[in-house]
């Protein structure tokens, strides 16, 4: 079946810094790949969609500019939050769907916390 | 706005009893539905997708669809301690993302 990987699984940063998560899908090409967030006992509320070869689509109230998205190639795409800040500690989930397929892959997901 | 509905609970069932998970969803026009089995601190994996009305089985799992009420379901006959997870509905409209609910916390107690 299909496998996305995910790094890293969890990461410490101080505030200010910026942190880089890739999202990789191993066995199969990707054009679409989504970025979600969860907070603890909350849902997935979907970030943006990260389309190969071109800008990501972001969700009302998420800023692109904090939120870095690249999607350089059909087997990665990496988000990358800058300038992070504690209000960002979260679990960070990407997403992807092989194509011909219908159930959407999720990657093991990053524990990301700011001090 | 699309919408997805589900009971937080927890639902506490005992162990072989059948556990049934509800989801209700806005838009008519949602047209492929899945069930995502989420572990603490794990990310979601695929139990399984439906896209027409009735029944759809795979092992202990039976998913339940019913578009004119807008509604699916989820049944786990014999339920095992190790289905003790939360239990996320999603579901999809032509080519946009997967909506999410909030997702159902199923305690099985041994």
């Known amino acids: 079946g299909a496998v996305v990987s995910q790094h890293p699984s969890w990461v410490i940063c101080k505030s200010g810094t910026s942190v880089k998560i890739e999202c990789r899908s191993l066995?199969?090409?990707?054009?679409?790949m989504f970025w979600y967030r969860q907070f603890p006992k909350q849902s997935l509320m979907l970030m943006a969609t990260s389309n190969e070869g071109s800008k990501a689509t972001y969700e009302q109230g998420v800023e692109k500019d904090k939120f870095l998205i690249n999607h350089a190639s059909l087997t990665l795409s990496t988000l990358t939050v800058t300038s992070a800040h504690p209000e960002d500690s979260s679990f960070y989930i990407c997403?992807?769907?092989?194509?011909?397929?219908?159930?959407?892959?999720f990657g093991s997901g990053t524990r990301l916390t700011v001090v | 706005q699309k919408e997805v509905e589900q009971n937080s609970g927890p639902l506490s069932v005992p162990e072989g009893a059948i556990a049934s998970l509800n989801c209700t969803y806005s838009d008519r026009g949602s047209q492929s539905f899945f069930w995502y089995r989420q572990y603490s601190g794990k990310s979601p994996e695929l139990i399984m997708f439906?896209?027409?009305?009735g029944d759809k089985e795979d092992g202990r799992f039976t998913a339940q669809l019913n578009k004119a009420s807008q509604y699916v379901s989820l049944l786990i006959r014999d339920s095992q301690p190790s289905d003790s997870a939360t239990y996320l509905c999603a579901v999809k409209l032509g080519n946009t993302p997967l909506v999410f609910g909030k997702g159902t916390r199923l305690s099985v107690i041994a």
């Open positions: 997403s992807a769907r092989e194509s011909g397929g219908y159930g959407y892959t």
């Open positions: 066995d199969f090409q990707a054009t679409t």
């Open positions: 439906i896209y027409s009305n």
